[in-house]
């Protein structure tokens, strides 16, 4: 299960957004060539990373209905984990 840290300790940001763009840290991939050794499947010692975390509800639906929801996640530029109700529901 994923911690239960209260929101209050994380920034708020707009979204969709890209916090390496919000002064979190800076793009590091470019068209000309990578800003750190490539050595795969090694990964550079300091290798920034991010947590989006949003609390929201659904809205009501009949119980009697199989109500089927999809999730996108636009943006998401290497990997992630979804956790849903502090349980995890998958990786990408």
């Known amino acids: 299960a ?10 708020e940001m707009t979204i969709p957004s890209n916090w ?15 800003p750190f050794p ?7 010692r300091e290798n920034p990373t991010g947590v989006y975390r949003l ?5 009501w639906t009949d119980p009697h209905e199989d109500d089927t929801y999809t999730i996108l996640f636009h943006g998401v530029e290497s990997a992630f984990f979804l956790f849903l ?3 995890l529901v998958g990786f990408s």
Do not use: Q
């Open 55 to 59: 609390d929201f509800s659904l809205p």
């Open 20 to 34: 390496m763009l919000r002064g979190y840290d800076k793009p590091i991939y470019t068209n000309v060539k990578y």
């Open 2 to 11: 994923m911690d239960k840290e209260p929101l209050a300790s994380y920034k």
């Open 38 to 44: 490539r050595c795969p499947p090694l990964v550079p």
């Open 85 to 87: 109700d502090g349980v």
